[in-house]
Each structure stands twice: as C-alpha cells, then as structure tokens.
C-alpha cells in the first residue's frame, strides 16, 4: 500500500527569493554611501566647473590676483615652499605610499594598506590622464621662481592632486585603526595644512597657475570620496556597511 506521506529522505524545496531589480540594487547602494557618494559628486562637479571655465577663458583674473598675493612673499618662505612642494613630488609620495603599506601589511592591516595603493596608483593615474585630456600650457618662463618648469601639462597641479590623494588617505586609514579624539583633529588640521601648503607652494615658485592646484585638490578629493565608500563603507557619518568598518564590500548584490 502505498503511502501518500512524503518520504523522510526528500528534502523540502527551498524558498525561491525575489532577486532585486537593478533600480532597486542602485537605490540601496545610494543610500548605504549616503555621504560618499555626495562628497565625490560634489567635488566633481566642482572640478568640471573649473574645467569649463577653464575652456572658457573665465580664470585669468583669478589667477592673476591668487598669483599676485602669494608671489608677493618670496625670498622670505623659499625654504618652507621648497620642502613642501618637494613633499608632492610623485617620487616622495610615491616612497611614502610603498613604505606605508608594506608596513601596513606586515603588521596584518593589508586592508589599510591595499587601500593606499589604490587612491595613490589611481591618483597618479588620474592626474596624468586630465593633463592629456585639458593640455593647458605652463605659466610663462618670467613667472618661474627658484625651479625649473616641469615637461608636463599645467592643469590640474600633479603635485596638488597626488598630496591631497595621499595624505587624505593616511587620515582615513588612521581613524580605520581607532584614531579619535584630540589626535585625529590634529592629524586632520595638520593635513589640510600641509595639502594647502603643497599647492600654495606650486604658485609661489611660478610653475602652476592657482587654478590648477585648486583643480587638483577638486579632483583627489572626488576620487579619495569614491574609493573611501568601497574600503569603509561606515567610515563617514549615516553610512552603513554589511561587514565591520575596513572589510572590502564584496558581496554587493546580496539584499541587507
């Protein structure tokens, strides 16, 4: 006689899920990179503003008064220009990227350090191709102070751009690490400084127009945004994140 029960040996079917439309999959990303995501657009848009009133002819006087306030104090801050913009050459930040991360990675924090590969190789990569893409001449041979012009493009400042990308990056991969409080206000205050120093330093000695440094900054600070909501998904205030704060989002189709 045969049993209408099902046998112990069959499984039940699994619960089938409704998988998520790509508009509903790209709304939940928004909001789970709710600070992120506007930073990085903002400071795009920003920089293609500068670029369109670039295009435009629209920054002479801008950078004729920036040049004109800054030039103004040479011969008595040569020495603290020189070693700043010497701390945004490609070579320094390159050294002090690779000698961060190995460090990083030896001490098992290769999160942090894969992190700071990435802004910084994409930093330089970026920089390059804006130059190709805008080729804005230098500052005339009369405006140069002390060094010589660099063989590369003008806009947006290399040295700006790659400074903001990386010393950004060290702050974000400090309070990854629990730096709070007092000591990461002061490792904050201290790297806009020295960022703001990096670029001022570029006007000072005649090689970039105040424009370009201000493009810089625009541009690193739009790529640190979009590459910081990937690595730290809850490193900035209202984000959220499927796995602690410094865990790669790997699993991005998965509904929360």
Same mark, same amino acid.
């Given at each position: 006689?045969?049993?209408?029960?099902?046998?112990?040996?069959?499984?039940?079917?699994?619960?089938?899920?409704?998988?998520?439309?790509?508009?509903?999959?790209?709304?939940?990303?928004?909001?789970?990179?709710?600070?992120?995501?506007?930073?990085?657009?903002?400071?795009?848009?920003?920089?293609?503003?500068?670029?369109?009133?670039?295009?435009?002819?629209?920054?002479? &006087?801008? &950078?004729?008064?920036?040049?004109?306030?800054?030039?103004?104090?040479?011969?008595?801050?040569?020495?603290?220009?020189?070693?700043?913009?010497?701390?945004? &050459?490609?070579?320094?930040?390159?050294?002090?990227?690779?000698?961060?991360?190995?460090?990083?990675?030896?001490?098992?924090?290769?999160?942090?350090?894969?992190?700071?590969?990435?802004?910084?190789?994409?930093?330089?990569?970026?920089?390059?191709?804006?130059?190709?893409?805008?080729?804005?001449?230098?500052?005339?041979?009369?405006?140069?102070?002390?060094?010589?012009?660099?063989?590369?493009?003008?806009?947006?400042?290399?040295?700006?751009?790659?400074?903001?990308?990386?010393?950004?990056?060290?702050?974000?991969?400090?309070?990854?690490?629990?730096?709070?409080?007092?000591?990461?206000?002061?490792?904050?205050?201290?790297?806009?400084? /020295?960022?703001?120093?990096?670029?001022?330093?570029?006007?000072?000695?005649?090689?970039?127009?105040?424009? &370009?440094?201000?493009?810089? /900054?625009?541009?690193?600070?739009?790529?640190?945004?979009?590459?910081?909501?990937?690595?730290?998904?809850?490193?900035?205030?209202?984000?959220?994140?499927?796995?602690?704060?410094?865990?790669? /989002?790997?699993?991005?189709?998965?509904?929360?």
């Amino acid at each position: 006689m045969n049993s209408t029960h099902p046998s112990r040996s069959q499984k039940p079917e699994p619960l089938r899920t409704r998988s998520e439309s790509l508009p509903e999959r790209a709304l939940r990303f928004v909001r789970r990179h709710r600070w992120s995501l506007p930073l990085s657009g903002l400071s795009a848009l920003c920089f293609a503003e500068l670029s369109s009133e670039l295009r435009e002819g629209e920054l002479h &006087d801008f &950078d004729r008064l920036v040049s004109e306030a800054v030039t103004g104090s040479r011969g008595s801050l040569d020495f603290l220009m020189y070693w700043l913009t010497r701390l945004g &050459d490609g070579a320094t930040l390159t050294a002090i990227v690779v000698l961060t991360a190995a460090v990083l990675a030896l001490v098992k924090h290769r999160r942090e350090a894969a992190f700071l590969i990435f802004v910084g190789t994409g930093a330089g990569m970026w920089s390059f191709l804006l130059k190709q893409l805008f080729q804005r001449d230098r500052p005339e041979a009369t405006e140069l102070y002390v060094i010589s012009t660099p063989s590369s493009f003008s806009f947006p400042s290399g040295h700006a751009f790659g400074s903001t990308a990386v010393l950004l990056s060290l702050l974000l991969v400090a309070r990854a690490l629990g730096v709070r409080g007092a000591r990461l206000a002061l490792s904050t205050a201290v790297t806009f400084l /020295v960022v703001a120093g990096v670029a001022t330093s570029r006007v000072y000695f005649g090689v970039h127009f105040a424009s &370009d440094v201000v493009g810089g /900054v625009l541009g690193a600070a739009a790529w640190v945004a979009l590459v910081t909501g990937f690595f730290y998904p809850a490193a900035l205030p209202g984000e959220r994140a499927k796995q602690p704060l410094g865990d790669v /989002v790997a699993s991005d189709a998965a509904p929360e």
